[in-house]
């Protein structure tokens, strides 16, 4: 909060040196050649495929359990959305499926990398098909040695309210190679200043990412200790396949029994746990989305436990006792 007032009172709240601060910050945590912070997801998208020179009414796969912002961008955007399904166990789209969004006339993937794991990367890369990554959940996950934001030809990092990382709203658009970085920059440098993310975000935004390191520490011991507890009971996890090691997102169930018997069970220990996947594609669709079973499944039956830095061991250690009883 130092960090935002200090933009507060210096007046300093649009775009500007802070702005430059989180955008170099980026860059060094990524090793990345360039990046570009903007108001929202749905923007740093927008650049990411004008940068791309992407034909409009071109076809972009998505998954059905990625953010309903990105069915709703690619619309918008003039682009025809290719909803494709999940593998049942991590949740995330893998070879075959994005493969049958190619035949279906799918030109580029945008890969949500959902609740912080990481799909067979080297798989979908050999389909050869552009990638823009979404690691607003996976920031700090890496597979095969390589992190997360570094196999697409563009990566976007959200800053919103659910994201691993928040500044209260915003994106960070990551170009880790050098041919579409110079694009990147050229694009931003005559962007309107109303597309460009605000001081006063990009402050909370920076000092959130220089607390990462610790803050992922203290996420997986949570983890940890959850995972212990719920091998106990009957429901399971979501875990990394594979050569990869996955961020700490949240702490997701995937359940046995129904999610209103086991809402009601955890209300009475005063733990509130919501819907992984209620603001997703598969949400948002609901009836209207065809076949994708495996995420209308995961979409009624995942859910997400309290799991964050400022949560505290007692809290953490009851959450644990919860879990190897739920009904």
Known sequence: MDAVLTCMVAEKIGPGEMNGKLVQLVRENFAAEGAAAFRSASIAFYYALVALDLPKESGIIISALGPAWQYQAIVQLGYVPIVVDVDPETALVCADTVEAGIKQGGRLLLLHEALGFLPDMTALLALNIPIIEDI???IGAVFTEKSAGLFG?????GLEERDL???GGGAVLLAPNRREAIVLKKLVDEAPATDILPDINCALGYVQLKEMGRNTLLRREMNNLYIRSLLQGRHKTIIQAGDGIPAVYSFPVVLSSGYKEVKQYVSRKEIEIE???AFSVA???ADTLDGCLNAKSLLMRCVLFPLYPRLGSANAAKIAKVLATLP
């Open 136 to 138: 607003s959940e996976s």
């Open 153 to 157: 030809v563009f990566s976007i990092l």
């Open 165 to 167: 990382l928040t500044a």
């Open 275 to 277: 819907l992984a996947f």
């Open 283 to 285: 949400a948002r669709l």
